[in-house]
């Protein structure tokens, strides 16, 4: 690290794994998480990430990640889904707050990707708005099928690579940075059962660092 307030997107992004492994390990150090950061923090925030996931209880993001107060912006919906909302909350964690990355967190048994699946499949129809979710998830599941893919994890990392290309097409300012070498954007796919998230795709990182 050259500045831990101003950190390279590959610093960052060596951050934000370094604190998955020590999860994976169950040896959390829970960085920021006491009286003294509350009181730091309280006057302004610099997160080194946004972390745009899933709304899966499951998935914690300062838990999983081992961060704490001040540490992550982050935007969930139900299969990290991106509408106007929170393309807006993207661009304003990097363009605002000067996040060097951008995290998309998928998972293995996605709710959001099952439900499609069955939609697509059988005909099974939703109700109100997570009709919309389905929705806004079919393209990925589409995709996976049109390439072949079969298996959950495989659609699964589609639709992760789905919602970051979505990203970068959708948001100019997002693009834009990313072209500049200031913030980079990564897929990661997060596993339930041992904790891990592995890479499934980068956009601005260096290849050893993606690695």
Do not use: W
């Amino acid at each position: 690290m050259t500045d831990a307030m101003f950190p390279t997107p590959s610093e960052a992004f060596e951050l934000l794994l370094a604190g998955n492994q020590r999860f994976i390990a169950g040896t959390p150090g829970h960085p920021n998480q006491d009286a003294a950061r509350r009181t730091e923090t309280a006057p302004a925030q610099r997160p080194f990430a946004v972390l745009f996931g899933c709304s899966d209880s499951r998935l914690a993001a300062e838990i999983i990640f081992d961060r704490g107060l001040g540490d992550l912006f982050v935007v969930r919906t139900a299969g990290h889904v991106a509408g106007p909302e929170v393309l807006g909350s993207i661009e304003y964690g990097v363009s605002v707050l000067d996040c060097p990355l951008v995290v998309v967190l998928g998972h293995d048994t996605c709710g959001a990707v099952a439900a499609t699946r069955a939609a697509l499949t059988d005909g099974v129809a939703a109700t109100g708005y997570v009709r919309d979710v389905i929705e806004r998830v079919t393209p990925s599941v589409l995709a996976a099928r049109a390439a072949g893919l079969t298996e959950d994890d495989d659609i699964i990392a589609e639709h992760i690579r789905h919602t970051v290309d979505l990203l970068l097409d959708r948001s100019r300012v997002l693009a834009d940075q990313v072209a500049d070498g200031r913030t980079a954007v990564v897929g990661l796919s997060y596993r339930l059962a041992d904790g891990s998230a592995r890479v499934v795709t980068a956009r601005g990182l260096p290849q050893d660092a993606a690695a």
